[in-house]
């Protein structure tokens, strides 16, 4: 029986772009062989009757030379097993001609990236990556592209775009270094050979952060507010450990267990560096975790319960509680009439600042958060002993 060679929009799948993979699929003695074509469409531009790309399919020249060029790859290597006097299945064929490397679409091999982010339970990381993806789609429409066609000129173009879209220049950066990685990753994976940011620099889109520390008086007098709520309560709470733990950010703090507690120092791994942090234990933070001390949960702080297991309802909380207590510490900062909106992130440039001022030495302790790099900081961190910690945070109050 002769073998049939068709490319099909496979609608039973769906990636999270909401397109549809294309895929070769081989008929032969009534069994059937898929594989991917690695490029994805929307349904609706893609005629079902004919299996070709509609007419308005924005790419369309390009994924109907694939499609021949695959079709008639396989046609010939049919063609030749038959002179040869071989026989083959569907399966073998599709083998016989798939030895050489498959290469991915830009699109395609960004989708990857994220979906492997997720299995590794990188879920906010690959939330960021997801948003620079859709960036990367409203301003080229699609990423059904190979890798060599992002060049320098086509940086430059996404670049204005953002900027003539009123994006800050952090944000514009932060989106391109999130497209570099995804090149580093392809070409270690042998994907392609392709790589712009060799002559375009991504430096130049590093613009320093705004200062964003107030004075040792105005955290007294958050310190001090008197909280009309529970959340208001532990918004101000928060604040205030954070401040007297070198800084540590909201989502290390919400994830602290009694067990992170070792000695009279808080012992921890910060998420995002994965850095060992060992501090000293103030008294005044000591007060706040007795406070909220509750046997029946692990946690230090009512953010997380043992009800949150999967890495997707962590982050969805964190998110939640996150949001909440920044708007309390906004409304706080309003009324004590402070120089700049209150949250969370304030007390750990606030810590740095207040250190610094006091006469600490950089080498103790930086203004992490006017670095470009948060890195520096923790290696600082690291660096010098709890008895020299001891002494410098004496100046926080």
Not at 20 to 47: N, T, Y
Request: overall charge positive; aromatic content about 10%; charged content about 25%.
């Amino acid at each position: 029986m002769s073998e049939t060679i068709k490319v099909l929009c496979y609608r039973s799948k769906t990636l999270s772009n909401g397109e549809h993979p294309l895929m070769l699929c081989v008929c032969k003695d009534r069994k059937r062989k898929f594989q991917s074509l690695g490029i994805s469409i929307k349904a609706e531009l893609w005629d079902f009757k004919t299996n070709q790309p509609k007419t308005k399919c924005p790419n369309r020249e390009r994924i109907t030379i694939l499609i021949n060029d695959r079709i008639n790859e396989i046609q010939k290597a049919a063609l030749d097993k038959r002179i040869a006097g071989k026989g083959f299945t569907a399966t073998t064929l599709i083998e016989s001609t798939t030895n050489r490397t498959t290469y991915k679409t830009v699109g395609e091999y960004y989708l990857t990236y994220i979906q492997n982010l997720r299995k590794e339970n990188r879920i906010r990381y690959a939330g960021m990556f997801e948003v620079s993806y859709s960036s990367f789609i409203k301003f080229n429409k699609h990423l059904d592209i190979p890798f060599s066609d992002i060049d320098v000129a086509w940086l430059k173009r996404y670049e204005q775009w953002m900027k003539s879209n009123n994006y800050a220049v952090n944000t514009v950066g932060t989106r391109l270094r999130h497209l570099r990685a995804v090149f580093n990753h392809a070409i270690e994976n042998k994907q392609t050979t392709a790589y712009p940011f060799d002559s375009y620099k991504l430096s130049k889109l590093n613009q320093q952060t705004a200062k964003r520390a107030i004075s040792k008086q105005d955290i007294q007098r958050v310190i001090n507010h008197n909280g009309k709520s529970v959340m208001e309560c532990l918004a101000i709470d928060l604040f205030a450990f954070s401040y007297f733990t070198a800084g540590i950010n909201f989502i290390d703090m919400a994830m602290l267990e009694r067990s992170n507690i070792v000695d009279g120092q808080l012992i921890y791994y910060r998420k995002k560096t994965k850095k060992q942090i060992i501090i000293p234990l103030q008294d005044k933070a000591v007060e706040i975790i007795k406070k909220y001390s509750n046997e029946r949960s692990p946690y230090l702080f009512p953010v997380l319960s043992p009800f949150h297991k999967t890495e997707v309802q962590v982050a969805n909380r964190l998110h939640k509680v996150l949001a909440k207590v920044n708007k309390h510490l906004k409304d706080i900062g309003e009324k004590l009439k402070l120089p700049l909106p209150l949250t969370t992130y304030i007390a750990r440039h606030s810590y740095a600042t207040i250190l610094k001022r006091a006469g600490v030495s950089t080498a103790i302790i930086s203004e992490s958060l006017g670095h470009s790099s948060e890195r520096v900081t923790q290696i600082y961190l690291d660096s010098f002993e709890n008895r020299q910690l001891n002494d410098a945070m004496k100046n926080l109050l």
